[in-house]
T-cell receptor, first 108, second 114 residues
Framework: QQPVQSPQAVILREGEDAVINCSSS?????VHWYRQKHGEAPVFLMI?????EQKGHDKISASFNEKKQQSSLYLTASQLSYSGTYFC?????????FGAGTTVTVRA | DAGITQSPRYKITETGRQVTLMCHQT?????MFWYRQDLGHGLRLIYY???????DKGEVPDGYVVSRSKTENFPLTLESATRSQTSVYFC?????????????FGPGTRLTVL
């Protein structure tokens, strides 16, 4: 079952902050985050594990709330390069199921 | 070239024709996946494979067939293409299937069915 992302879209000015949420109806053990630029393939950003461990991007942070079965991605002091569609993915067996995506537009 | 490649990158076909999309990876990753991407639906899993000769259905398998005779190749076949199969198709691979490993995506194939 696909995780649910919110919001669907967000428009920011350079330097502003945004939060993208990802929630699941199933118990979460890890959440994967990917970013996709227009016309390109999704690219790995980070993985968050149950227990707080994370692996990935050094400028974009995220949190993982096991009780709420939710993860949040924090875009802090956004840059133009942050524009794109962000997807969260949850593991079921070894398959990644992705949310519908959040489109982020950062304007100068 | 190292990595994961897909061919063709663009394909236009007609309703009822058979189409095969190719996916090749050079990492010897065990796990491979096919997704389709449509506006409003994100990435939906079509089929996946844990190893050569082991494949299974994902969320939206109807109208598609896969095979995996070699670890590095994972072709996706539309046996009789329909307009609803117009989409962007991404192949992906992952080496070790635990929670801590990222998935790598190919560049995608944009398929139009007329």
């Amino acid at each position: 079952q696909q995780p649910v992302q919110s919001p669907q879209a967000v428009i920011l000015r350079e330097g502003e902050d945004a939060v993208i949420n990802c929630s699941s109806s199933k118990a979460l053990y890890s959440v994967h985050w990917y970013r996709q630029k227009h016309g390109e393939a999704p690219v790995f950003l980070m993985i968050l594990l149950k227990g707080g461990e994370q692996k990935g991007h050094d400028k974009i942070s995220a949190s993982f709330n096991e009780k709420k079965q939710q993860s949040s991605l924090y875009l802090t002091a956004s840059q133009l390069s942050y524009s794109g569609t962000y997807f969260c993915g949850t593991l079921n067996d070894y398959k990644l199921s992705f949310g519908a995506g959040t489109t982020v537009t950062v304007r100068a | 070239d190292a990595g994961i490649t897909q061919s063709p990158r663009y394909k236009i076909t007609e309703t009822g024709r058979q189409v095969t999309l190719m996916c090749h990876q050079t990492w010897s990753h065990s796990y491979m996946f096919w997704y389709r991407q449509d506006l409003g639906h994100g990435l939906r899993l079509i089929y996946y494979s844990a190893a050569a000769d082991i494949t299974d259905k994902g969320e939206v398998p109807d109208g598609y067939v896969v095979s995996r005779s070699k670890t590095e190749n994972f072709p996706l076949t539309l046996e009789s293409a329909t307009r609803s199969q117009t989409s962007v198709y991404f192949c992906a691979s992952r080496g070790v299937v635990d929670s801590y490993n990222e998935q790598f995506f190919g560049p995608g194939t944009r398929l139009t069915v007329l």
